[in-house]
């Protein structure tokens, strides 16, 4: 995305704007990642016959000591950070990459050609896969880098650890640096690329780092300058005035303390009721949210916890761990979602495995189109697990587009017994809402695939998270559609994409009349608690003025100058 603004020296300083992810703020000399690892260039003189097995064996030490290092710093983090620096540790052990490498040594091909070869394949590989599975290419990237750093003799890639509290910039970061970021060093980080859901924004909202993704120009600051990175603002500005930064830092901490007394439920200043709800993917996670007190469950993504699965996991596995989430919140509002499988979440058992174009392919509710039972059991999964815990949990459909698809769905959905309802995440179903709520009891707008469909840009692409940005008012428009139809129709409707998790923005929801913001359980006290800073006419005067305006950084300038405070 991003314009860059460098008016002249003598107007002040140059402020660079990119995509806000973390809000905060951060001062301090800038820092850069250590320069790349120098690839080898040429295939080198074969290795004799006589030295492959030490050569190989020198491959292996290598994979290896990278894995221990990473797995080091995995034992020391927490979270999702811990998760990244495990899995890219697990690459670097990987069996299938290191037989790929060792096949390659075996014909005389030096080590750290054949782990850049190696790499190669599997790179290729995972991004003719797409979805998921081409996230997993930063990791596999990353690793080789480690490798033959190793092997070469050269030093750790990553970032630096400086003694001077500072700011990182880069053009993009591996999964693994950010994850290793040490708070206590790098108070914010800015990057060229990325967007809201890169592995840079989750990791760095985990940290709670302030963070800038998309950041135009940013190639030009020098290493060393001063720069303030304002995580609320989307800005990142250079040589900025002291005093001025320094009141920006303090005012942004004092915001975020007033974080820590959250504690629910969600409502406006002036005591309009909006439901605060974390989106989950297990027990653990449930239990997780309950601590941050999230009010419910508005999007439990049941298809993650059978991501690798080669078959269908059965009624009664199925049916256990949902009962964990429903017990999780006795008596709460819990919302089931069904399989999303397929595109970015492929399911061997469920996705079909060759489709030209999986985002517009067989996913989502879809999927029951081939394999009507698939869904029947998921349901009688959710019902005993309903039963089991005494609890009547809301469940709703992925990726519905039709009337008849929504109103078949509902019908199964009551027949056990539950309360049916749909994701808005098609533009025909944001139009079509009126219609869909005369068969189903709430909707929920999944707003990382309403963008993805209404503005034709795929939710993954870092080139296009401009388009894809959740301020977009077309977007805006779609959900303003779906809430009007639903306070005709007297039901609720929801967001659980990331939308919800903006503070400024659940405020600029609640505005065009959303009734329950359902966030990343680490996102809940923020929202909650920006919400209860603002009154519900000033919600709504500022979806209006967002509404008004014709791209993501009007609207939020538009917004944040009607709820700013
Ligand atoms: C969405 O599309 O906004 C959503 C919440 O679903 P997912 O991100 O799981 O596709
Ligand atoms: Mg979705």
Aim: one cysteine or more; aromatic letters at 2%; charged letters at 20%.
């Amino acid at each position: 995305m991003s314009s860059t603004v460098s008016p002249p020296a003598t107007l002040g300083p140059a402020v660079l704007t990119g995509t806000p992810v973390v809000p905060g703020a951060a001062v301090g000399p800038a820092v850069r990642p250590t320069g790349a690892v120098r690839l080898p260039d040429e295939p080198g003189a074969a290795i004799p016959e006589d030295r492959r097995e030490a050569e190989k064996a020198r491959y292996g030490a290598a994979a290896e000591a990278v894995a221990e290092r990473l797995t080091a710093r995995a034992a020391a983090a927490t979270g999702v950070s811990a998760e990244v620096l495990s899995t890219t540790a697990g690459i670097a052990r990987d069996r299938a990459l290191r037989s790929a490498a060792e096949q390659r040594i075996d014909g005389g091909t030096p080590a750290p050609v054949a782990a850049v070869e190696a790499a190669a394949q599997f790179m290729d590989m995972f991004a003719a896969l797409g979805g998921l599975m081409a996230e997993r290419v930063p990791d596999v990237r990353d690793v080789r880098d480690r490798i033959v750093a190793e092997l070469t003799g050269q030093g750790e890639p990553g970032v630096p650890a400086p003694d001077i509290p500072s700011v990182l910039l880069a053009d993009d970061l591996a999964p693994a640096d950010t994850a290793g970021l040490d708070p206590a060093r790098i108070l914010g980080l800015a990057t060229r690329l990325g967007g809201t859901t890169s592995h840079t924004a989750i990791i760095a909202r985990q940290l709670g780092l302030p963070c800038v993704v998309g950041v135009g120009g940013l190639d030009d600051v020098p290493a060393g300058a001063t720069v303030l990175i304002d995580g609320e603002q989307g800005t990142v500005t250079v040589d900025p005035d002291p005093g001025e930064a320094q009141e920006r830092v303090a005012a942004a901490r004092v915001a975020i303390e007033a974080l820590a007394g959250y504690r629910g439920p969600g409502a406006t200043r002036d005591g309009h009721v909006v439901q605060v709800l974390a989106n989950v993917q297990d027990g653990a996670g449930a239990r997780a949210a309950v601590a941050a007190h999230a009010e419910g469950v508005g999007l439990f993504r049941t298809e993650l916890a059978f991501l690798g699965r080669p078959e269908e996991p059965s009624v009664e596995e199925q049916a256990a761990g949902y009962a964990e989430v429903l017990a999780a919140f006795p008596g709460r509002k819990v919302v089931v979602r069904t399989l999303d499988a397929g595109s970015d979440k492929p399911l061997a058992f469920a996705t079909p495995p060759d489709e030209a174009n999986p985002a517009l392919g067989v996913r989502g509710l879809r999927v029951a189109r081939r394999d009507p039972g698939l869904l029947e059991r998921q349901l009688d999964a959710v019902a005993e697990a309903a039963e089991r815990t005494g609890s009547t949990p809301w469940v709703m459909a992925p990726m519905v587009a039709t009337v008849p698809e929504a109103a078949g769905f509902a019908s199964a959905v009551r027949a056990r017994g539950l309360v049916p309802g749909v994701m808005i995440e098609v533009p025909s179903a944001a139009l079509h809402a009126e219609r869909l709520l005369a068969h189903v009891d709430f909707l929920s707008i999944g707003t990382n695939d309403l963008s993805q469909y209404a503005l034709a840009a795929d939710r993954l692409s870092a080139d296009l998270a401009e388009l894809t940005d959740p301020w977009q008012p077309a977007l805006l428009e779609l959900v303003a559609l779906t809430a009007a139809a639903g306070r005709r129709a007297g039901k609720p409707v929801g967001v659980c994409g990331e939308a919800a998790a903006d503070p400024l923005l659940g405020c600029v929801l609640v505005g065009l009349g959303i009734s329950s913001l359902s966030c990343a359980t680490s996102a809940v006290a923020r929202v909650g608690a920006r919400l209860s800073t603002v009154d519900r006419s000033a919600c709504e005067r500022a979806a209006e003025a967002a509404l008004a305006t014709d791209d993501p950084q009007a609207a939020r300038a538009a917004a944040r100058t009607i709820l700013a405070g």
